[in-house]
């Protein structure tokens, strides 16, 4: 009797501690389309407080650029640059978007567009911004449209969509290798919009 307490026990604390602290984002700030109403050499600029220090992203477009170098994008940590990129003009300018991971307070950075989505985050280790996730990497339709939100239940989700078709996966931060699992969510699904925070 008491071994089946215990056990009864045991999965009740590890079903509780499952539900305490499970990971879940949060959706912290949007920006939709937000390259689209700049004008030429006009720049916008976010801060966010991180657990390693202030992080300020830059976004400007440029004037005397080639459509493949329109957008610089440039992210300062404390004042030391840690990312410096050169992106194509797109069709509707890009989104962005930031996810906290409630179960940590680490912040990620989404910035997509009709074509691509990629999900950054800084890597204390190697100093700099990694790329953790990006839309190309992944099996979908052609032509797809690439989202990656926080879903109302606190899962983050990279997903396509075209048409009436739909597919998802699903993020995980695996603390022992410091980079992002997946799954693969497969099809079926309604659009992201009805889901997302």
Not at 13 to 27: H, S
Not at 95 to 120: D, P
């Amino acid at each position: 009797m008491r071994k089946l307490v215990a056990a009864v026990l045991s999965l009740f604390v590890m079903a509780f501690a499952t539900v305490c602290f499970a990971e879940t984002y949060e959706m912290t700030y949007e920006a939709q389309n937000f390259t689209e109403p700049l004008k030429n050499d006009q720049a916008l600029s976010e801060t966010f407080t991180t657990p390693y220090g202030l992080l300020k992203i830059q976004a400007r477009k440029l004037l005397n650029s080639r459509s493949e170098n329109r957008l610089h994008f440039i992210v300062w940590l404390d004042d030391v640059r840690i990312e410096d990129a050169h992106l194509p003009k797109v069709d509707y300018g890009y989104t962005f978007r930031v996810f906290k991971n409630t179960s940590n307070g680490e912040l990620f950075y989404s910035l997509e567009s009709i074509e691509r989505a990629c999900l950054y985050g800084y890597s204390p280790v190697n100093k700099k911004l990694e790329i953790y996730v990006d839309s190309l990497n992944y099996a979908h339709e052609k032509d797809a449209y690439p989202y990656i939100v926080a879903l109302k239940n606190g899962d983050l989700i990279l997903a396509f969509e075209k048409g009436n078709k739909y597919r998802r996966y699903k993020f995980n931060w695996d603390a022992k290798k410091n980079w992002f699992g997946y799954a693969d969510l497969g099809t079926g699904w309604t659009s992201i919009m009805r889901d997302k925070q």
